[in-house]
């Protein structure tokens, strides 16, 4: 039984919606318990991280074109490229690799 | 002396080269979204009312093996909760007496990119500036998806497979900066990788639906580098604004 994918949908954008007011209802001064804090500030790069890898290798048609795209992603993030050039790279590394193997 | 039309309009030209770069991830995320079985219209209407890329892409996934609400509701909370501490710099950055609509507006703008622009915009973040972003990114965002999901199936498997990996390149871009700026971010990282690699090998771990095994993943390494390597509450919030840099 699926669930109808409208209301999937609504839940979705509404549950996202919440996190990004999340601040604005609770926020009369910050939050100050350190774990919580500590905890939420490692969440999104685990989460990221997470749903990359291994998935990355399995999403081209040749798991070496993936491994060699998340490395030079990750190469050209950390010298310092932005959002839209790193994932160009990605994509035209898989391109030409797929060339060729 | 700046009016607001001025600043919803500086909003908008600096939301345009952004919703540029999300116009070619959301089409990727289209060509999984319409292997997860949604359409174009659903697409469109997913990611014109949701804008959440790594969210969006793992409520689609969560779509296709017949998750609960409740289930992906819970996910998206996690998944999204980054938003949650972009949300609360924002809010440092409002004086008090604030009126509440005015932070929900601003609040409602969230995304990674929308965030690091109105972080780094000198002044008091506000809705008109975020607003003009939002309206320059979001409709190219769901273009993309709409796109991806109908021209997805005639592109060549070659040109498919190329695209599928611009939403992992996004997710990679968003994780090194900080990774190279705060160790511990570079271990958490490390560790998620090694562990995300081991999950789908392990037993019983394995049989997990991909979506529980990163809540469980995200929560079991957050938690610990939370304990391991605590942040000094001061800093957090201003370790927040600078990653926008």
Not at chain 2, 183 to 209: E, H, N, Q, T
Request: aromatic share 12%.
């Amino acid at each position: 039984m699926q669930i109808n994918v409208y209301l999937y949908i609504f839940v979705m954008a509404f549950a996202t919606w919440l996190m990004r007011v999340a601040a604005s209802l609770i926020m009369k001064k910050p939050v100050r318990n350190r774990f919580f804090q500590s905890f939420l500030y490692y969440v999104p790069y685990v989460t990221l991280a997470v749903m990359t890898f291994p998935a990355i290798v399995e999403a081209t048609q040749s798991p070496l074109a993936g491994a060699a795209a998340l490395l030079v992603c990750i190469a050209a993030a950390w010298f310092g490229q932005g959002l839209f050039t790193v994932a160009v790279l990605g994509c035209v590394t898989v391109l030409i690799l797929e060339l060729f193997i | 002396m700046e009016t607001n039309r001025d600043i919803f309009m500086q909003g908008y030209r600096h939301g345009i080269p952004i919703g540029l770069g999300y116009f070619a991830v959301a089409f990727s995320l289209g060509i999984a979204a319409r292997d997860y079985g949604f359409n174009a219209a659903q697409g469109f209407l997913a990611s014109l009312i949701t804008y959440a890329s790594a969210g969006q892409y793992m409520g689609f996934a969560l779509y296709a093996t017949n998750t609960t609400l409740a289930e992906l509701v819970l996910l998206t909370f996690i998944i999204n909760a980054r938003y949650i501490l972009m949300g609360f710099a924002l809010n440092q950055r409002m004086p008090e007496g604030t009126p509440l609509r005015t932070r929900l507006l601003v609040g409602s703008c969230i995304t990674d990119e929308i965030f690091g622009i109105t972080i780094a915009r000198p002044g008091v973040p506000t809705p008109f500036y975020t607003f003009g972003a939002l309206i320059a990114a979001v409709p190219l965002w769901a273009l993309g998806t709409a796109l991806g999901i109908s021209m997805g199936n005639i592109l060549p498997a070659r040109i498919v497979s190329a695209l599928s990996v611009a939403l992992f390149g996004m997710f990679i871009a968003v994780i090194i900066p900080p990774a190279r700026k705060d160790r511990a971010v570079l271990g958490a990282v490390a560790v998620s990788f090694a562990l995300s690699y081991a999950s789908v090998r392990l037993p019983l771990i394995a049989d997990l639906s991909q979506g529980n095994r990163t809540i469980l993943l995200t929560v079991i390494i957050s938690a610990a580098f939370a304990v391991l390597f605590p942040r000094k509450a001061e800093a957090e919030i201003e370790g927040g604004a600078a990653d926008a840099d």
